[in-house]
């Protein structure tokens, strides 16, 4: 009978060995496919950050090249800086402070439309 409750507890306790060897799979595949998702958007990080460098490279040197005695309505004019930033978040990116360069997945971010209203007021007033 010892034996019997012996095997029984050694194949219980298999059973529960495979149950673990089961989750620590879906376990390792969460953890691989996070580090993929972490991977695209370091990617996506580094690549918004060249192209936010290379716009404000771009803006200082039409700055510079700008005349002193500028209009009011020169002052507001939005130009490139903006049309960048307006493609950026076409694109599926925040321009909005809070979460500028990750990724907005499809989804509209009030931060983002709000930035955009500003700017629009600030041309057409």
């Not at 771009?58 to 700055?63: A, D, G, R, T």
């Not at 439309?113 to 007033?125: A, I, P, S, W, Y």
């Amino acid at each position: 009978m010892k034996d019997r409750n012996f095997l029984d507890t050694v194949m219980e306790f298999e059973q529960q060995l495979e149950l673990m060897q089961k989750q620590f799979e879906v376990l390792k595949n969460s953890v691989a496919s996070m580090m993929e998702e972490h991977q695209a958007l370091q990617m996506d990080n580094h690549h918004l950050r060249t192209r936010l460098e290379k716009v404000l490279a771009s803006n200082e040197s039409i700055e510079i090249q700008e005349k002193p005695d500028r209009t009011k309505k020169e002052l507001f004019d939005i130009g490139e800086g903006y049309d960048n930033l307006a493609r950026l978040y076409q694109e599926g990116y925040h321009v909005c402070s809070l979460n500028f360069g990750s990724s907005r997945k499809g989804e509209e971010c009030l931060f983002c439309l709000t930035f955009f209203d500003k700017k629009g007021e600030k041309q057409n007033g």
